[in-house]
């Protein structure tokens, strides 16, 4: 087909340039047309799929070939240190610092009160006559004494327990921050990461779809925000530049090659040539048969006299 043949020699620049495609994705962004497209692309095809999975028994694992398996359970089991930074930041809150304080002082409180409590309580062995009321008396009078012993070392000990606790709790955190980032914890999160990994795999379908469902309420949301999101980001001049050079960058690639070079490499020259003749030889008779294709022939090329 000489028109075919033609047009494998042409260009992604003799049809596209980055201005046009810059026009096109305003167009699309706009919110009324991402809100059609949703509705009657995105969402349906959405709740095709979940209702297949609904009935699937298919695991999740079927979706990868062993090699595949085998490589990213490998890769999510290597050590993962956390950000040291992010850790610092989060241990350092202040929400974080009232908790360990409040844990700290509850547990050094709850013993000192245990440990002063029973100062003074016990009581002699039952013995008898002026021995045994000596004895008593004697008890009496030292659990008095010991008792308010007790109460004020109590109170003391108290003291020293918030003094205590507000000098300690900075170093506490530090700690915690050690302790998260350190190559023990990055060791035990891979390893869980991987288990986690290898868990879900046995995972059947349906049971994905009913935590999706689960969650529709959010994913509702999200649509919802999504047409804002994109009319936003698409009036962002800064973004629009970086897109701007991403198109030019792609074109430039592209126009390294003709079309026809383009269809080898994807393996789908033939396949373009069949289709181009099975769909457009009866579209092109269509057209020369149409109304219009007849009134415009008419008076472009007049009859004789």
């Not at 002699?124 to 012993?149: D, E, M, S």
């Not at 795999?201 to 779809?209: H, K, N, P, T």
């Not at 689960?214 to 009319?231: C, F, H, T």
């Not at 001049?237 to 897109?243: I, N, Y």
Request: glycine residues 8%; proline residues 4%; neutral net charge.
């Amino acid at each position: 087909m000489l028109a075919f043949d033609f047009l494998c020699q042409r260009r992604v620049s003799d049809f596209l340039s980055t201005d046009q495609i810059l026009a096109a994705i305003d167009q699309g962004s706009d919110r009324e047309r991402v809100v059609r497209f949703q509705e009657r692309f995105v969402k349906p095809q959405r709740q095709r799929l979940l209702e297949r999975a609904r009935k699937s028994t298919i695991q999740l694992g079927s979706w990868l070939p062993a090699g595949a398996r085998d490589e990213l359970a490998a890769m999510l089991g290597e050590p993962a240190p956390l950000p040291r930074s992010w850790v610092e930041d989060a241990v350092a809150s202040e929400r974080v610092r009232e908790e360990v304080k409040a844990m700290l002082h509850d547990t050094l409180t709850g013993f000192v009160s245990k440990a002063t409590a029973g100062l003074g309580e016990a009581t002699p062995p039952a013995v008898g006559g002026a021995i045994g009321r000596l004895t008593k008396n004697f008890a009496a009078a030292g659990k008095g004494l010991l008792g308010g012993l007790g109460d004020t070392l109590q109170k003391q000990l108290q003291e020293k327990v918030r003094d205590f606790v507000d000098g300690s709790v900075s170093a506490i955190q530090r700690r915690i921050a050690d302790k998260l980032t350190s190559e023990e914890t990055a060791v035990h999160m891979g390893k869980r990461r991987r288990d986690a990994f290898l868990k879900a795999l046995s995972w059947e379908e349906a049971r994905v779809a009913r935590w999706m469902e689960k969650e529709k309420r959010s994913g509702d949301r999200l649509d919802a925000l999504l047409p804002a999101i994109v009319q936003h980001n698409a009036a962002r001049a800064e973004l629009r530049e970086v897109v701007k050079e991403e198109v030019a960058a792609v074109l430039e690639e592209l126009n390294r090659q003709t079309l026809g070079e383009l269809l080898d490499e994807l393996g789908l020259r033939d396949w373009a040539r069949k289709g181009t003749v099975r769909a457009g030889i009866p579209l092109l008779q269509a057209f020369f048969a149409s109304e219009g294709f007849g009134a415009w022939w008419s008076e472009a090329v007049p009859g004789p006299g």
